[in-house]
């Protein structure tokens, strides 16, 4: 039994929503699992946890930069309890680009970090225009117009695959 510490960062809540089945699955397997938004707790004292899972997701291209600071300044740390990371994007829909090895922000983000978290995973976001701003709601029409997604201003589509997501927990918990 391993106490896991889940930290998400996230924008309109598809990320965090990851991080809670993660804990639930890990609960599941007999684990303790916390769970905190990074972005509020970037100085959290990692000390009462034997292993850290984070996950980001993409916005216009970046994870929001304090999680790569985070990464970098406990990299000690997060070595030595085994850290796991996971990015969510909208172009992980794409069987092509979702894996950590074919994945551009993730591979940009093992750059940017410049270590390689012991375990990786690339999941498939979640498209909610309606929930959108306007103009957020055009340039992601527009994206979508480009690499054939959809474009129907009503539409809202959940790619995650939530048997990957089972299968990255049940890892977290063997490793
Ligand atoms: C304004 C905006 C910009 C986005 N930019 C990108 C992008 O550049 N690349 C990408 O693959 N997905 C992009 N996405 C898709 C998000 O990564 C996806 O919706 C994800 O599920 C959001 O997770 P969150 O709710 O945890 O923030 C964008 C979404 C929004 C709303």
């Not at 216009?60 to 969510?88: I, N, W």
């Not at 894996?99 to 750059?111: A, E, G, I, R, V």
Request: hydrophobic share 40%; net charge positive.
């Amino acid at each position: 039994m391993s106490r896991f510490l889940v930290l998400y960062s996230t924008v309109d809540g598809h990320t965090a929503h990851i991080c809670q089945r993660l804990q639930q699955f890990l609960e599941r397997d007999g684990h303790a699992a916390t769970l905190a938004d990074l972005g509020e707790n970037t100085g959290i004292d990692l000390a009462p946890f034997d292993r850290v899972a984070v996950g980001a997701s993409i916005r216009y291209g970046k994870h929001r930069p304090y999680v790569a600071q985070f990464m970098r300044e406990r990299r000690g740390t997060l070595e030595a309890k085994r850290c796991a990371f996971f990015s969510v994007n909208i172009v992980a829909r794409k069987p092509q680009k979702n894996t950590p090895q074919t994945n551009p922000y993730m591979k940009k983000f093992l750059k940017q970090i410049g270590w390689h978290p012991s375990q990786l995973a690339v999941f498939a976001g979640k498209l909610d225009y309606p929930r959108y701003t306007f103009w957020d709601r055009q340039i992601i029409r527009f994206i979508m117009l480009l690499t054939q997604g959809p474009t129907d201003p009503a539409a809202v589509v959940e790619y995650t695959d939530w048997q990957q997501v089972e299968a990255f927990a049940r890892a977290l918990g063997d490793a």
